[in-house]
């Protein structure tokens, strides 16, 4: 995913915002704020915080192997930390194992904690982004060899309270996926759900012919708002998404 990450990176950005990557172990996030809010020594803050993120999640792992071994629903005691139940509560949902939220779950982490000192935040974690924002933006799609990939974006309003927009796909990047579906699109008030949804979704992606069955699968897990499906030359939307060129 290294290098694809170098390459949409590269369109990543807006005139009102400062922006900064971190990378941590594999953690490696994009991170965008309001320009009145940024201020020296912002990205070494938000360093710390991956390391406490990163230290809770692979001490827990340590403790119980099966965690993140796990490929199907997976249960953990009450006392696990709250960034592991979290992952479990929302890839149960949707049937996969926890590590199918996690970049969902930690870019959730760190966007919650910088919502107590800025105004708007995006935080884009390998095509999972956790998203706080007051006015219209645009999201382009990258969709691997499609000819979809970077012709389409979502354009998405602002919400009172902080919204995800997550991306997997069977044909980009080093992630586990049983599909072959070139990005699935999944946005949800849940990050760490739309996470896992993506993933789930994206699995039952054999060929083109599958994406009206695994759009109604996305559209029936309560806590999802819209899901975008590219495969090759098609395209299937549902919900609240709306689709513009780029």
């Not at 991956?50 to 993140?68: M, Q, T």
């Not at 709250?82 to 966007?111: D, H, K």
């Not at 993506?198 to 759009?215: F, I, M, Q, R």
Request: overall charge negative; aromatic content about 8%.
């Amino acid at each position: 995913m290294q290098g694809v990450r170098r390459v949409y990176r590269r369109c990543m950005g807006a005139a009102d915002l400062s922006s900064f990557t971190v990378k941590v172990k594999e953690s490696d996030l994009w991170i965008a704020v309001d320009r009145e809010s940024y201020r020296d020594g912002l990205a070494e803050q938000v360093e710390q915080l991956l390391w406490r993120c990163r230290h809770l999640l692979d001490c827990y792992i340590k403790e119980d192997p099966g965690f993140a071994a796990a490929l199907s629903p997976y249960l953990v005691s009450f006392k696990a930390p709250p960034l592991v139940l979290e992952m479990v509560r929302a890839a149960n949902r949707v049937g996969v194992g926890p590590m199918a939220s996690v970049a969902g779950a930690v870019a959730a982490f760190i966007g919650d904690a910088l919502l107590s000192r800025c105004r708007e935040t995006i935080v884009e974690n390998g095509g999972d982004i956790f998203l706080y924002t007051t006015r219209e933006r645009r999201i382009a799609v990258y969709a691997g060899d499609s000819p979809f990939s970077g012709k389409i974006a979502l354009r998405l309003q602002p919400r009172k309270k902080p919204f995800a927009v997550c991306t997997s796909s069977g044909t980009v990047g080093a992630s586990l996926s049983y599909g072959i579906c070139d990005a699935c699109v999944v946005i949800s008030d849940w990050v760490a759900l739309a996470d896992a949804c993506a993933t789930a979704t994206c699995n039952l992606v054999k060929s083109e012919e599958d994406l009206e069955e695994a759009l109604a699968f996305a559209r029936n897990i309560e806590g999802i708002d819209g899901v975008l499906l590219v495969c090759g030359e098609r395209i299937v939307a549902w919900g609240n998404i709306e689709i513009v060129p780029v």
